[in-house]
């Protein structure tokens, strides 16, 4: 697959973006840009890419804490950065440090519409789901993972800077529902996924993750497109269709249900039992979180399955 190539596909078939005045994107520590964009050169060297992360402390201990967990399931426990890039390789780590950077700098934003703590929850399952999606496909399931933590990492920014438009959005999903991406394109002509891939570009993303983001919102039709049916495009773009905290998608869980009886190898309740056990591994909310197991108990009783 050729990234960079898909990747100038999609985003030159995007509109300009025009984002309202007051929004105000946080700046990524310099670690992490000077980070990515040594990593995408060609001859990235394990050691050189340490010694600029180290300088961040803080960034450091998280991203330390991430690859040792058992649900990476690494042979070794990572005594240092430089380690866990010896261990992971630069591309995984690469991946695991953007995760861990424009989450901890957009948890720093304030949202009048959205709690940052149950949003990051849904994110973090979104995303552990996505790998095992990812993983059944047989494609790349770490860029899965991280694409899918970050897949709605601007709607913190964009609700607060947004705050009426969005309000009405999630004021009318019960009585109205319709998929975000539709409100947002009829209302400001663009939405997040396009406007989060145009500035992972800026960021010096992976062109596979650019291409996630822009594609997140394309639901199971994405199983139709010949370039990421088998894919982490496909990966994350199913993963968008877990219920969140603003409701995106209002028939997700239908739609996953769905998909479980066309494609034999995609048995949920499975898939959302080891999402949940990861999950707990890694420190999610579980006070007021409801996982896709939970859902999916409830759902089947309810339905009387």
Known sequence: ???????????????????????????????????TQKANEPDANVAELGKILETDA????????????????????????KHAMSLLGVSKARNYVLTTAVRRTMSRCESKLINLNHFWSANLEKALFARE???????????????????DFL?????????KQYTEFVDHQTTKPQLITQFEQT????????????????????????CCLHQHHRGLE???????????????AISALMPDVINQVPD?????????SVWREFQLQEIAEK???DYRELGGNQMHHITLKSRLEKHFKTAGV
């Open 58 to 81: 803080g960034l450091t201990a998280e991203i330390l804490q991430l690859v040792n967990s058992s649900v990476f399931g690494l042979r070794s426990q990572a005594t240092s950065v």
């Open 187 to 210: 209302i400001f002509e663009w939405d997040h996924a396009v406007a989060a891939a145009h500035i992972a570009h800026q960021w010096n993303f992976p062109d596979e993750m650019v």
């Open 252 to 260: 997700g869980l239908t739609r996953l249900i769905q998909l479980e």
């Open 133 to 151: 999606v990812a993983i059944l496909m047989r494609a790349d399931a770490e860029t899965a993972y991280a694409a899918s933590m970050l897949q």
């Open 275 to 277: 999402v949940d056990q």
């Open 1 to 35: 697959m050729d990234w960079s190539k898909q990747r100038e596909k999609l985003l030159g078939a995007s509109p300009n973006l025009e984002l309202p005045p007051n929004f105000k994107l946080p700046v990524l520590p310099t670690a992490v840009t000077t980070f």
């Open 222 to 236: 994405i199983l139709l497109v010949p370039e990421f049916a088998q894919s982490c495009v496909a990966a994350v």
């Open 155 to 163: 709607l913190p920014a964009l609700t607060s800077a947004l705050f």
